[in-house]
Nanobody, 123 residues
Framework: QLQASGGGLVQAGASLRLSCTVSKRTFSSLLMAWFRRAPGKEREFVSAINWTGDNIEYADLAKGRFTISRDNAKNAVYLQMRNLKPEDTAVYYC??????????????????WGQGTLVTVSS
């Protein structure tokens, strides 16, 4: 139900915009988030946005470089990534939740997951 796209191979300093489309009529009620899993590491939280778009959270790794946004008319959420670094290399996953109880950065709070899109940043 979640389809992520936009990943690719870029050089350090470049930008990418990831997209995630949701095939659900109630998309506008979902809190959406991006996580990533770097090679050999645990999955980690990147950013999340509530259904109105007026409440946003970023992990420290994303602050100042990444911007999350959503378009409820298109059932889509985006992650604009700037000034990419080799350590941003990871599979990026979009996730959706009906309700967050303990924390936006907890992956067990999310009900739906996309298949992931690979971002590779070369030095």
């Amino acid at each position: 139900q979640l389809q992520a796209s936009g990943g690719g191979l870029v050089q350090a300093g470049a930008s990418l915009r990831l997209s995630c489309t949701v095939s659900k009529r109630t998309f506008s009620s979902l809190l959406m988030a991006w996580f990533r899993r770097a090679p050999g590491k645990e999955r980690e939280f990147v950013s999340a946005i509530n259904w109105t778009g007026d409440n946003i959270e970023y992990a420290d790794l994303a602050k100042g470089r990444f911007t999350i946004s959503r378009d409820n008319a298109k059932n889509a959420v985006y992650l604009q990534m700037r000034n990419l670094k080799p350590e941003d290399t990871a599979v990026y996953y979009c996730a959706a939740s009906w309700m967050i109880v303990s924390g936006w950065d907890r992956d067990d709070e999310y009900d739906y997951w996309g298949q992931g899109t690979l971002v590779t940043v070369s030095s």
